[in-house]
């Protein structure tokens, strides 16, 4: 039987439990998710062994888990303090780039009945809105969840930054994962980490947030299948950590920061215009970066543009109307229908 830790999420939904249900494998699943799952295969997702809809049984003790974690957070306001609620496992970030520090780290006293997290601290900025409110716009199946905002209390008054808790993607980011799998992945595979990426862009517009920096190193991978589309599950971060922000306000005393500085190979032309402003920064910028992600993504991690060293040369380029070459094994012309969702239009010249 997984033990408490593990069973906070789904193994199939990577969410936390609503309904926890215990099947024949002795692993704990989230009830509708399944019960789908055994109508389609009839079989554990974990063991591979047959299960019956008939023998799923309420885990009562995974439930008070849930229960008395929510019920710890919302006492909190979301709003944890370094070294008293969580701590850093380590004194130096495992992950480092412009304005942007990750940490591994654990909850105090004890990780015990807690899902494994991280903290995101993002360099020369301030949280523009409550905790609550990050809490909230992270509960989408395809967006990484933030469990609240953390204070560093010893700093707080000469550190201008914001501190984002957060769950641990246990297999990085979508960047390494393709450019370490060794095999062949499935057109359908992109399809479907597209369409996941896609819906999470679609509820963060909905919000009235725009991602402002989508690229493969900005999707988290959960679970990854090269073969089976229907077996891969990701999650977009980084959301709204660009200049034209309702999350963040930049502080004006701040260096040069993540959120300061545009992804220029990933960028539309309207975010390269020499005169450009905050308000460039729309769904519509969203969309074409999401295109170039697409692209990135088909091309293994490949970097955009990689043929042009200058990136003065890129903005001229992209600047000009020309676009990425459409990527060998991208074999949809023009559109295409994929498990009964939207359809998605591609379209490399």
């Known amino acids: 039987m997984a033990t408490p830790e593990e069973s906070l999420f789904c193994p199939i939904t990577f ?13 704990t699943y989230e009830r509708q998710a399944i019960e789908e799952w055994i109508r389609q295969h009839g079989t554990s997702p974990i063991t591979r062994q047959s299960l019956s809809l008939e023998y799923l049984y309420p885990n009562i003790l995974v439930r008070q888990l849930i229960d008395s974690f929510e019920q710890s957070t919302r006492n909190k306001n979301y709003q944890f303090t370094l070294g008293i609620d969580v701590k850093k496992r380590e004194s130096q970030p495992f ?61 707080n008054r000469n550190d201008n930054s914001v501190m984002l808790l957060q769950e ?23 399809i479907e980490i597209f369409l996941q990426i896609i819906d999470a862009m679609a509820y963060l517009t909905h919000n009235n947030v725009i991602h402002g920096d989508l690229a493969c190193r900005n999707v988290l991978v959960f679970r990854f299948d090269a073969s089976n589309p229907r077996n891969n599950h990701v999650k977009l971060t980084d959301f709204g950590i660009s200049r034209n922000t309702q999350l963040y306000s930049m ?34 910028s969203d969309i074409y970066s999401m295109g170039v992600l697409m692209w990135e993504a088909y091309k293994r991690g490949e970097i ?7 990136d003065e040369e890129v903005i001229r380029h992209v600047r000009s109307g020309q676009h990425l070459l459409q990527p060998p094994n991208c074999i949809f012309d023009n559109a295409y229908h994929f498990r009964g969702r939207s359809n998605l239009n591609i379209m490399f010249i």
């Open 168 to 190: 641990y993607a246990p297999e990085g980011n979508l960047f390494h994962k393709l450019q370490d799998c060794s095999t062949v992945i499935y057109e359908e595979v992109f």
């Open 304 to 310: 955009p543009w990689s043929y042009i060293s200058d």
């Open 95 to 155: 992950i480092q780039t412009f304005g942007k520090s990750i940490y591994r780290a654990q909850w105090l006293p004890t990780n015990r009945g807690r899902p494994e997290i991280i903290l995101l601290k993002i360099e020369g900025t301030r949280a523009r809105k409550e905790a609550s409110f990050y809490v909230d716009l992270s509960r989408h199946p395809y967006i990484v969840r933030t469990f609240g905002l953390v204070y560093d209390t010893e700093n």
């Open 251 to 284: 502080e004006p005393v701040a260096a040069q920061t993540r959120i300061n500085i545009v992804p220029i190979r990933y960028a539309a032309p309207e975010i390269l215009s020499s005169d450009v402003t905050y308000h460039a920064y729309t769904e519509k």
């Open 15 to 27: 969410e936390l439990f609503t309904d926890p249900v215990l099947a024949q494998d002795g692993h």
